[in-house]
């Protein structure tokens, strides 16, 4: 069975663009979960969906973090415009949705911002 | 305060050597328990549960111990490939599904 799928792999943009990152969970999970880690701070949930519901969001950074599930296989998080501080490693994550499930991250998304 | 706190490391062992990692948590509500592994530039992969009555996996114990809030994990007989960081993760309260992971503790066995 295929993974959680992202992409892309590597993105290098420069400051004020705008960045999409993608996510395929894999299929019948219905949690959906980004994260973001860095050295600093290591790694943080910053939204979470179940039944492609944005349920708890209160890991988003600020208004220019953005994220839709318009779908049970795909999932976007957007940044605009983007900052160097936003250089990280983009984590999604799926499960089922019952307690004590495991979580399964894709490979991540390194993002550079310059 | 942070909701999972354990010791960065590093930690620097022989092959062979047994090494304990410990890991606390704030949130006496959680009620599931984990260690993911995650390799230098990879994403994170579960390792193991953890349950109220301790459970072991081949070199792997795992304990939990709910009165102190404190959880570890045991390395016994170590191996180069164990060489990784460890994440001591606790689900969230308010939501079963909300994983909260700690910063982690780097492993680094040596021959």
């Known amino acids: 069975d295929a993974g959680v799928i992202q992409s892309p792999r590597h993105e290098v943009t420069e400051m004020g663009q705008e960045v999409t990152l993608r996510c395929k969970p894999i299929?019948?999970?219905?949690?959906l979960f980004w994260y973001r880690q860095t050295m600093m701070r290591g790694l943080e949930l910053l939204i979470y969906f179940n039944n492609n519901v944005p349920i708890d969001d209160s890991g988003m950074p600020e208004d220019r973090f953005s994220a839709k599930m318009p779908n049970a296989s795909f999932s976007t998080l957007k940044i605009q415009p983007s900052e160097p501080r936003d250089s990280a490693v983009y984590f999604c994550?799926?499960?089922?949705?019952?307690?004590?499930?495991?979580?399964?991250f894709g490979p991540g998304t390194r993002l550079t911002v310059t | 305060r942070k909701e999972v706190e354990q010791d960065p490391g590093p930690f620097n062992v022989p092959e062979g050597a047994t090494v304990a990692f410990n890991c606390t948590y704030s949130?006496?509500?959680?009620?599931?328990f984990f260690w993911y592994r995650q390799d230098c530039r990879k994403e994170p992969k579960l390792l193991m549960s953890?349950?109220?009555s301790g459970n072991e996996d081949g070199r792997f114990t795992a304990q939990l111990n709910r009165a102190s809030q404190y959880i570890s994990l045991l390395i016994r007989d170590s191996k180069l490939s164990d060489s990784a960081t460890y994440l001591c993760v606790v689900n969230s309260k308010g939501g079963y599904n909300k994983l909260i992971f700690g910063a982690g503790t780097r492993l680094a066995v040596h021959p």
């Open positions: 949130n006496s509500a959680s009620q599931s």
């Open positions: 299929s019948g999970h219905n949690s």
């Open positions: 994550a799926s499960t089922r949705d019952r307690q004590g499930y495991e979580q399964y």
């Open positions: 953890v349950y109220s």
